[in-house]
DNA sequence: GATAATACATACATCTATGTATGTATTCAA
DNA sequence: TTGAATACATACATAGATGTATGTATTATC
């Protein structure tokens, strides 16, 4: 992790071009045709450098998923409401990026392919928390309430995950519903949020 | 139509036997694998007869998404409960499916496929009520109510869409926060169906 | 019963991705 | 400064999928 050299500045900088193409190449035309020739091609690099920084295709994949995750857990809103509710809302902020598609194809990807969904568990927890880890870690064993907390932040995901799904197939833009399901979901925080305060 | 004729029965049973093979490749190995070559060598036939019945590739996908929607559409609950808690659970029972994860497949291949997604638009709607069709039909332009029935029957819609996706890239197997989702999405519809009978 | 259409199978050419080996310039380490 | 390692590019062989043309047996039509 040293970059104190030429070396190993230029190389995590060709890393870094592939992961990102990967990541535009997902999104655009789907991992079915995010192939390696495709990947080189928009990162402007031979299949030579791709071998040569991941001999395992399927490395590229691992880090590409990491890479996305990173980015979307940057995205922050301010602590302006309750806790759910911030959860709630940092989380729609994620998933309706363009990358969340991303996300979904790799899912799906690690499922499909068995050499890629073993490295990813490898490397990390797929069920990892994309909305709020360290809250869910915070809450789980703290006792009384954490397993409503639990079961509000769950049912949030999932609905959240589901829209995601909606825009990734769809224009990429909201689902005429997705206010709607919205709404209900704000209501179920903000009851929640309003108990944690007695 | 009129299945008089031994070419049109036989002609039907053949093209069954490719949507079939299709969706067990979709379920098995995904969409990135399921090939021309890979649907016939599970209907044990030639590309002659896929390309006989299918001349275009993405009409195969088409009969494969409308067959997937009828399969699920079958399951069906007794309505011993509130309407809305049928709703839930006769969704729930069609999503834990395995044909959901083909669903889910297809669904992003129409998105990354400009072909077959054009030609899907006009065979159907994609949006197409997955859980409860007529339900949400009838409800619509009700007045009363009728904004209050989609708003809760959206989210638990798109909640199970999100559980269907993990199970869809999980084992198959329920997530271990699957039940607790499930619990929350009953008592909403639950408290729904009640406040109905008033 | 002859002819045409249908329901497939077979065959070949092409295209694209991959595996892999090797070449070359740059950088590092002594 | 010189050898070795790194960071790529180039090249070729191979494999698998597709496009398409043609062959053949069965069925439908008259």
Redesign the pocket.
Known sequence: MHK????????S???ARLVNSTIESLIEIGFT?T????V?RRA??????L???FPD?SGLLVETLQSIYLQLLEIKLPLDVGLMEHILLEGHARIIRPEFKAVIELWLASKNDKQFGLRLVQAMELGSEMFSPQMVLEHKNQGVGSKEFEMIYRTISEALIGIGLGRAIGEGEPLAHESMVLHVLQGMAQTYDHQQLT
Chains 1, 2 share one sequence.
Do not use: I, P
Request: proline share 0%.
């Open positions: 104190e050299n030429l070396n190993d500045t230029r190389s900088a060709t890393k045709k192939t390696g020739v495709e080189c402007q690099l031979t299949r030579g450098a071998n040569h920084h295709f």
